[in-house]
């Protein structure tokens, strides 16, 4: 069972930057693939970033390509989105997620292939 607690969103301008951390309970964080997702008022979650369970494979959205960095520290339990030249339309719920993955260090893009997720931190970008 894993616990993950966001923490990181507010207001920002547009241009700014912001760091998403999420946080993990658990003696195993470090066997899990983690993700970012978000959802903005009125559409579906949304894939935006994950990473495999050593941090050594990543993979981006092409809406947040170049402008969003995903990282883990395993040994703080901890999952990071750096988020850099913010636009209005990056405005939504980020959520983190977990899961145990079938073969070491791959990741996951879609939404139903994670079995645990936090409770979410808005972030709102103004233009």
Not at 49 to 56: Q, V
Request: hydrophobic share 30%.
């Amino acid at each position: 069972q894993v616990q993950l607690v966001e923490s990181g969103g507010g207001l920002v301008q547009a241009g700014g930057s912001l760091r998403l951390s999420c946080a993990a309970s658990g003696r195993t964080f470090s066997t899990y693939a983690m993700g970012w997702f978000r959802q903005a008022p009125g559409k579906e979650r949304e894939f935006v970033a994950a990473i495999s369970w050593s941090g050594e494979n990543t993979h981006y959205a092409d809406s947040v390509k170049g402008r969003f960095t995903i990282s883990r520290d395993n040994a703080k339990n901890t999952v990071y989105l750096q988020m850099n030249s913010l636009k209005p339309e990056d405005t939504a719920v980020y959520y983190c997620a977990a899961r145990y993955p079938e073969y070491r260090n791959i990741f996951y893009l879609n939404t139903d292939e994670y079995n645990y997720w936090g409770q979410g931190t808005q972030v709102t970008v103004s233009s």
